[in-house]
Structure formats: C-alpha cells, structure tokens
C-alpha cells in the first residue's frame, strides 16, 4: 500500500515532495486506513478532566476549584477548544474522569468518575493499582463508543489543575530526564515558583518506587491521565488516527508506547507546547510535531488547531489532479 | 487599541499568553483593524501566472509550457491551491501576469498580461520600466478590485516556471546576502542542476548594475513578481491583512517593503518555504513564520494552509468567554 499511494502522491500535479509534510500525513493516514481514498469521519476530541491531590502542596497557581468551572466552561461552550471544535467541525466530549465536584447530568458530559481528585502523592500514591486499571478500562470503552459511531479520528484533551506535576513526573520516570527538564512554568509560575515545584517534583521523585509504566502511571496519577491512556490504547487497537496535543496528552501517550509500541504508526503529534518538557518528550519517542505556535493550554487546542492541517493532507490526496489528468507535463 | 486588546486577551479564560502566537495574531488583527473584534471578510487569494525568458538557459527542470499548463490547471480546480482554497472558503483568482499562452475567458481568470513572458536577463533586463510601472500598478487596481468587494485579507500565490531564479537575483539585490545562500533547488535540481543554476545566476549579477529596489524588480523581473508586488502595496493601503506565502511571493515583498517600510504592520508570514533562501529573506525582514511544513510549491498554498489559524485567533478574541463570563476563578 505505501508504495502505490507515493506513487499516487507523486504523480499529483507538483514538483516531487513539494507539500512536504503534507505528503507524509497523507501516506501515513492511507497506510493506517489501508486505502488509496481515506477519509475523515466524525472527528471527536474527548477531554479528560481530573482534580489532584497535589494541589494541597501548592504547585499550581490556580486553585483546585478551577477543574470544575472549566469543566462547566466546556459544557457552556465558552473555552479555547470549544471555539476551536466549532470552527473545525469537531465532536466535542468532555469526560468527568476524577473531578472533585458532583456535576448535573448535561448532554457534553460523560460521567466516568473514579474518585474525587487523586490522593496527595507526598503521602501516598495517587491511585490503587485498581483505580488506575478501572481508569485504563473506562478510557478504552470510551473510545469503543466513539469508534462504533463511525468516529476513525480521534483527539485527546485534557483538564486538571495539578496535572503538569504528574505529567513531569511520568516523564522522569520513563524517560530519566532529569526533573529540573521535566518541568515547566505550568499555567505560569514565575522563577520562584517554578524552584520550589522542582524542589517538590525531585523529593517525589525519590520518595516512591514505582516497579513498572503502569505502575507509575498509578503513582503519579492523574485520573485523567490514565483515562486518557487507556483511551489512545483502543483507538490504536481500532486502527483509527490518533490526535496526540500537548505536554500532558504525551505523558499518558509514553505510558501507552511502554504498552503498546506500534502505537506511533497510528499518531499524529499535533503541536509542540511551550512547556518546557514536551520537545523532549517528543524527542524521546522520536516524534516530530506538525505546530509550533507557543501555546500552552492543553484541553486538546493543539489537536484542534492543527486538525485542518491534516485534513488539507487528504484532501489533495482525494481532490488534486495528476500531470495526465490535468495535462501537465512532467519533469524528464 | 493595543492595550484594551491585549486586556481583552487577558481576560479570557486561559493561562496569560497560553495561546502563544494565536494570541500575537489576535493582537495584529485587532490593531489592523482598529477593533475589539476584528472579522475576515471574503478571503481571497490571487495567483500572479507569467512566464520567464530566462528559461531558455535551462535554469528549471520544467519545460515553460507548463506555466500555462499549471493555469489551466487552477482554472480546473485540480492544483493544489484549489484544494486548500475549497477547503478554506478562499475565493481565488488566477491573473493571468505574462504567460506565454492566449487564454480564453474563463470565469476564474483575470486577464492582465503585460507581455508575453520576459525578456531573457542574460541579454537584457527582463522588462522595460514602463512595463514594471504597468505591472504594479494593474497589480494595485486588482486589489483595489477585491477591496471594494468587501475582501479584507488577501494572500498572493504565483505559477512560473524559472521565478525561483528571478527571486534569488532579487533577494540578493535587496540584501547582499551572497548568490549561493538565496539559490535553492526549485521544483527539484539535484546537486549538478543546482551548481549550474548558482553559476548562470552569479554571472547575472555581476552583469546587471539596478540602481533602485524598483530597477531590481525590472531587472530581474517576473511580470507576475512585479503585479505581486503592487498588489500587496495597495492592501497595506487599503487597510488589508496580508497574507504572504512563500520564496517567490516573499521576493516581491522585499521590493514592497523597500517602497512602503509600514506594510509590516498589515502583513502575516504564513509559512517558511523549504526552498533555500526563504529563511533567511524572512530573517533579513525581521518576520517570523507561523508553519514549517516542509513545503515548497508556491501557488500561494502556504497562505492557504495557515488561513485557519488566522482564523482561530480572532475566533478566541470574539468567541471566548472571560473569566467573569465562565465563573472562573482567575489566579491571584
């Protein structure tokens, strides 16, 4: 299949290789759907939300209470990645996933509670071996769900005040980046709040031994985090395209590579952050994102705002005309 | 303006400056447009088409027919700036600059040719100085044209077997920036077509002595680089946003800026062309691109991939709910 669509793209009317990336968007996408004529259909983001029980120690300078008023800001439509959803003809689903707030039932709402918030990883590991795996599970259901509605591209969001001190610290622990690397401003500490969560990160980091990924995965938590993982796991066992955005989307991804490792062949790393950590993430994994707008926001806007991207990738594949077709020549 | 912009940034309901460039964009727009909540109305791209004398030395690997073949191709919606255009809602115009061809009507075409192909510079300059004053000022009526259609963001895009060549002997005009460094391989020389193109371009300099940037583009020419030229100085004018695209169209910038130093106030650079020298013209300019994909096919396809994110960064000015608005405890 790969060579009879290069060959497809190569024969579209332009000098060879000159859409760059978007020849090799439109070469993966057709390989992982297996057609010389993919398609894009029901694209949906879901949006993981969780609190953590880190918050207590201060490494965010948002309070905790701001999870659930952004969680009620998606459902009221008024966030980044609902503007961005809707501009782009995305499904958007936002997940409870651990979030310390007991929401109504409203029709963007999936309730997939595990737990109010994680425990405090200074005292004890953020979830059991139990929740992580009920959070795992719940994730793949959910993306079977979206799967079995025709849904073959899939975007991964997330929530969670606290979120990017479990993310760094899955990050060290995969990857043994030193912590000082692994972390970022966050939503935006300043130089003495950015020390002082390093120095909070590095005595977590010594404190637990987690034994394997998911056993980190556990420890460092993030409902959200695991939710998400176990959501990108199905959607690659369902061969569909998988939306990778952000810092905290790619530590649930690292976790999920140690899982399932042919998982890259069906991921597209939006955006890079500008959180400090996710270039070496990326590198890591080996992984060259398509955007690099110096965003830092997470809800999955880096998958969003680069969803058109790879559309136009399929969309020349389908829609341009070949030199014959067109009665162009071509190069000698 | 500036300042109750950026607090109307500000307030939204994200980390301060978490959408990065889409925040920068948002900021330029609103100031063009001397509003709280700017809007794109009828985004239009026009395809400058003209043919180069300086073919016949055998500086591109794609025989001069093509040009022609290529605006049929635009006039067939097969071209990869159909593609993109579609997908965007961009309404596009091919304008037929120089080609070497007689067109008949066509909806889609403007007719505009101030002569069939230019001269070849190894003999002489590529057009008269009054056929470079025709070609910038029809460039100008044809903006003019859009503007008073209610278009108020334009991208440029060019066809034209051989304008690499031209390009790289205006940019090294414009910038002293040494032949070798603004010589790239095109629609695709390999080494050996690429060490012949660099030689047959240094000994056109040294030939030629253009007193002015206006000379330079008379020199050097390219009917549809020069019509590009004073289309992008009447949508400063006019108060537009400009969409700049690639090498080619970059080229015709240079000369832009030279004439009119504000048109960097109205202008956004949409993508950095793989094609050598494009780095470092938009080094020299002082502009920072929004995509690096890799690309280098011209047509204006670069302005049309990044017309959605223009797109998204006054959707979050206008669309966002404000920290008050979502109930969102902002941090301290």
């Known amino acids: 299949m790969i060579e009879i669509l290069q060959k497809k793209i190569d024969t579209k009317t332009k000098p060879l290789g000159a859409l760059g990336r978007l020849e090799e968007l439109a070469l993966k996408i057709g390989t992982i759907q ?44 008024g966030a980044a990645i609902n503007v961005f959803c809707r501009q782009h003809d995305i499904r958007l689903k936002v997940v409870d996933a651990g979030v310390d707030h007991d ?17 405090n990883i200074m005292n004890r590991p953020a979830m059991s071996a139990d929740e992580c795996n009920k959070a795992i599970e719940t994730g793949r259901s ?71 990924a998911i056993d980190i995965l556990a420890t460092y938590g993030g409902f959200e985090i695991a939710m998400m993982c176990g959501s990108m796991l199905a959607a690659r066992e369902k061969g569909m395209i998988l939306l990778i955005d952000g810092f905290i989307a790619t530590s649930a991804f690292l976790v999920a590579i140690e899982i399932d490792p042919k998982i890259m062949d069906n991921s597209i790393f939006c955006h890079i952050s500008d959180e400090k950590g996710h270039r070496s993430m990326l590198q890591h994994i080996g992984a060259d994102a398509l955007l690099d707008m110096g965003m830092r926001l997470g809800e999955g806007t880096g998958a969003a705002i680069a969803y058109p991207l790879i559309k136009s990738s399929i969309n020349f594949l389908n829609e341009m005309a070949s030199f014959q077709e067109a009665g162009v020549t071509d190069k000698d």
């Open 34 to 77: 297996n057609t010389l004529e993919p398609k894009l259909v029901n694209p949906t983001i879901l949006v993981f939300a969780g609190d953590h029980g880190l918050t207590e120690e201060g490494v965010s300078l948002y309070p905790r209470e701001v999870t659930f008023q952004m969680v009620m800001n998606f459902l009221n439509g």
């Open 103 to 119: 929401f109504a039932d409203h029709p963007g709402l999936i309730h997939a509670k595990i737990g109010r918030g994680t425990q």
């Open 142 to 212: 959910l993306t079977e769900k979206e799967y079995d509605q025709g849904c073959n591209i899939i975007g991964f969001g997330e929530m969670g005040i606290g979120n990017t001190s479990s993310a760094s610290l899955i990050m060290h622990s995969l990857t043994r980046i030193p912590i000082r690397d692994c972390v970022g401003k966050g939503t935006g500490h300043d130089e003495e709040g950015l020390k002082k969560k390093i120095g909070i990160l590095e005595a977590l980091a010594k404190k637990h031994k987690p034994s394997d």
